[in-house]
């Protein structure tokens, strides 16, 4: 079932991973935003639809044009070697077709 109670086990302090009960635990921000998605299911709802329309207009980059990161929010310095690993996954073929279709 598609609900809050993910919300609701962070305030129960009932999550699987340490990042997760750090959006309630560690940050007034984000406890705020967790009590009212806990509380609320249509906030929750209304929220998960805004943020599901706003990732749809991102401009998601695809083979040569993007990377594979080892740290999401730092650009990698050799891209080259992340690079080598896309290849053997997909090969250099199917990858450059792809980014000539993109």
Known sequence: VFDN???LDLQNNETLF???QTL????ADTEDIVD?????????????I?????????DVLTGSEGEIR????????DSSY???????????E???QTSQST
Do not use: W
């Open 70 to 77: 080892t740290n999401c929010s730092i650009a990698n310095t």
């Open 36 to 48: 009212s998605f806990a509380s609320n299911q249509t906030v929750f709802f209304e929220n998960f």
């Open 5 to 7: 109670n993910y919300y």
């Open 50 to 58: 805004l943020g599901m329309l706003k990732m749809g207009q991102l």
């Open 24 to 27: 309630y635990s560690n940050s």
């Open 82 to 92: 992340y690079q080598q690993i896309i290849e053997s996954i997909v090969g250099p």
């Open 18 to 20: 340490t990042s997760d």
């Open 94 to 96: 199917e990858q450059s």
